[in-house]
């Protein structure tokens, strides 16, 4: 299984973006997908997850409502957009996928993602 993520760039705050993770290697649906995002000197956070089996969507409180997570089934990849992008939302994101399902309870940790791509860097200027 392997995950790219692009779609990364330079905005100013106010503008959005949508970054895309292609996921191949797999063929099934019994997974989540998530993004993380980690900003200069600071730890890995989660952002937004995707039950694909069940169709579930989670945010951090942070980015609710102004990112949504979905998949796109023209492009085969699951896809983040991000409108009214803040300073703060500067970082590099990673798109990570599950082996199989995760439980409500696990969607938000990193430690139940086990493929990770390469991250894409999200600058956001004031």
């Known amino acids: 299984v392997q995950l790219q993520a692009s779609g990364g760039g330079l905005v100013q705050t106010g503008a959005s973006l949508r970054l895309d993770c292609a996921i191949s290697?797999?063929?099934?649906?019994?997974?989540?997908v998530g993004w993380f995002r980690q900003a200069p000197g600071k730890g890995r956070e989660f952002v937004a997850a995707f039950r694909l089996t069940v169709n579930d969507r989670y945010y951090s409180d942070s980015v609710k409502g102004r990112f949504t997570i979905a998949r796109d089934n023209a492009k085969n990849t699951v896809y983040l957009q991000m409108n009214s992008l803040k300073p703060e939302d500067t970082a590099i994101y990673y798109c990570?996928?599950?082996?199989?399902?995760?439980?409500?309870?696990?969607?938000?940790?990193?430690?139940?993602?086990?493929?990770w791509g390469q991250g894409t860097l999200v600058t956001v200027s004031s």
């Open positions: 990570a996928s599950s082996r199989q399902g995760v439980i409500t309870s696990q969607v938000r940790r990193g430690d139940s993602y086990v493929f």
């Open positions: 290697g797999r063929t099934d649906r019994n997974y989540a």
